[in-house]
């Protein structure tokens, strides 16, 4: 089964409103969220990194005031896209690293529609 | 020159076949290789990870490394339509940074 869960799974909102998407480890412990955003036949780009009570590391062009991320502990990272505009509309998706793994697993992504 | 590049593809094979994805990267110091595979509209799904130079075989796939050639890639053996999806080769950069790089995917086409 899934480790990682994200929530919602779509959501629709109208321009100028906020948006908060959810992203919980299941079984373990997540010592690094990420956070992706992927377009239309793009392959992931990834956005932010957060470390449970740090603040969110953005990469280059990600505007972090727009799109505010939240790792108030082991087990969930919020992203919150705020003043959506058509334009972020698009696909995000979070993964989380757990102690002693290597591997990153993924949650199931939110198809985010900004009308 | 990106860092993690892979052949955009579409990549098509009649079903049955061995299906060959490659992926080649630039940091000589990565240590971690993934494949990632992901149906259209819904997120990665991690299948293989190898660490050490060869080959590691799960079910039927084959995860091949070559870190002196910065090559790593993925065989699917007997291919089915139910392989038809984008595969995502992804590697941690040699510095402490903890994130995963992705090529760009190759799509594969497992033709019945």
């Known amino acids: 089964g899934a480790v990682v869960s994200q929530h919602p799974s779509r959501v629709i909102c109208k321009s100028g409103t906020s948006v908060k998407i959810e992203c919980r480890s299941l079984?373990?412990?997540?010592?690094?969220m990420f956070w992706y955003r992927q377009f239309p036949k793009q392959s992931l780009m990834l956005m932010a990194t957060?470390?449970?009570?740090?603040?969110?590391?953005?990469e280059q062009g990600v505007e972090k005031d727009k799109f505010l991320i939240n790792h108030a502990s082991l087990t969930l990272s919020t992203l919150t896209v705020t003043s959506a505009h058509p334009e972020d509309s698009s696909f995000y998706i979070c993964?989380?690293?757990?102690?002693?793994?290597?591997?990153?697993?993924f949650g199931q992504g939110t198809r985010l529609t900004v009308v | 020159q990106k860092e993690v590049e892979q052949n955009s593809g579409p990549l098509s094979v009649p079903e049955g076949a061995i299906a060959s994805l490659n992926c080649t990267y630039s940091?000589?110091?990565?240590?971690?290789f993934f494949w990632y595979r992901q149906y259209s509209g819904k997120s990665p799904e991690l299948i293989m990870s190898i660490y050490s130079n060869g080959d590691k075989e799960d079910g039927r796939f084959t995860a091949q490394l070559n870190k002196a050639s910065q090559y790593v890639s993925l065989l699917i053996r007997d291919s089915q339509p139910s392989d038809s999806a984008t595969y995502l080769c992804a590697v941690y950069g040699s510095g402490n940074t903890g994130k995963l790089i992705f090529g760009q995917g190759t799509t594969l086409q497992v033709k019945p």
């Open positions: 079984d373990f412990q997540a010592t690094t």
């Open positions: 993964s989380a690293r757990f102690r002693g793994l290597a591997e990153a697993f």
């Open positions: 940091d000589r110091g990565s240590q971690s």
């Open positions: 957060s470390n449970e009570g740090s603040k969110a590391t953005y």
